[in-house]
């Protein structure tokens, strides 16, 4: 079964300093594919970073970058001089090209501080 | 200009009613989706459909009726509201392929007392 676990159910950083957010998860399958997205207070879904199972790169995006580690299935994000608009709440979340579902992990609640 | 739009923003209603939630999506995707977000923020996938085909079809109870009129569509409407039927509802879109990302609407948040 595919599953994504995040572990850490709350933290907080001060702002300008760099904070990492843990996720495993569970997978049967070679094709697959891993996002982060992020939910400010507004609710809104907004996609922040998406990495290929096959690319052994870590994706990055301006601030946001992954540490993928396919062998212990682990793939964390790190946000660097992290800013007030960071404040959300982070999903990791997995599909495969099996299922074509993308499971969600149970979100880590992310504040920054001034 | 939105992206991926759901109607109406905020719903409240009585326990044994009957609501529809409409989604429109502008990117020209072939993928849209009904995910439920309940109150621990827990994120699960009901439905997927494919250029109005439905794909993936969740143990969802059969009193949600999703309807997809066309490719740029997806309502979901849902018979008999009970108080577990409180969530918040997304709409997603993506193109076809595996890796392609979700592109969510804001959500509606559904009320049922």
């Known amino acids: 079964a595919q599953t994504v676990t995040q572990s850490q159910p709350e933290m907080s950083v001060q702002e300008a300093e760099t904070v990492t957010l843990s996720c495993t998860y569970d997978?049967?399958?070679?094709?697959?594919?891993l996002f982060w997205y992020k939910q400010p207070p507004s609710r809104q879904m907004i996609l922040v970073i998406r990495?290929?199972?096959?690319?052994?790169q870590n994706a990055t995006e301006n601030r946001f970058s992954v540490n993928f580690q396919k062998a212990a299935k682990s793939f964390s994000l790190k946000i660097s001089d992290s800013q007030l608009g960071d404040t959300a709440m982070y999903f990791c979340?997995?599909?495969?090209?099996?299922?074509?579902?993308?499971?969600f992990g149970q979100g880590t609640t992310l504040q920054v501080k001034p | 200009d939105t992206a991926v739009s759901q109607t109406p923003k905020y719903l409240v209603t009585q326990m044994g009613n009957d609501k529809s939630i409409k989604c429109e999506q502008n990117?020209?995707?072939?993928?849209m989706y009904w995910y439920k977000q309940d109150s621990k923020k827990f994120l699960k996938i009901m439905f997927s459909?494919?250029?109005?085909?439905?794909?993936i079809n969740e143990t969802v109870p059969n009193r949600f009726s999703p309807k997809s009129p066309d490719k740029a569509h997806l309502n979901l409407h849902i018979n008999s509201l009970e108080l577990g039927d409180s969530a918040v509802y997304f709409c997603?879109?993506?193109?076809?392929?595996?890796?392609?990302?979700?592109?969510f609407g804001n959500g509606t948040r559904l009320t049922v007392t």
């Open positions: 997603a879109s993506s193109l076809v392929g595996v890796g392609s990302p979700l592109h």
């Open positions: 997978t049967s399958e070679n094709n697959y594919y």
């Open positions: 990495q290929e199972a096959y690319k052994q």
């Open positions: 979340a997995s599909v495969s090209s099996n299922t074509g579902k993308l499971i």
């Open positions: 990117l020209g995707h072939d993928t």
């Open positions: 459909y494919n250029n109005k085909e439905l794909i």
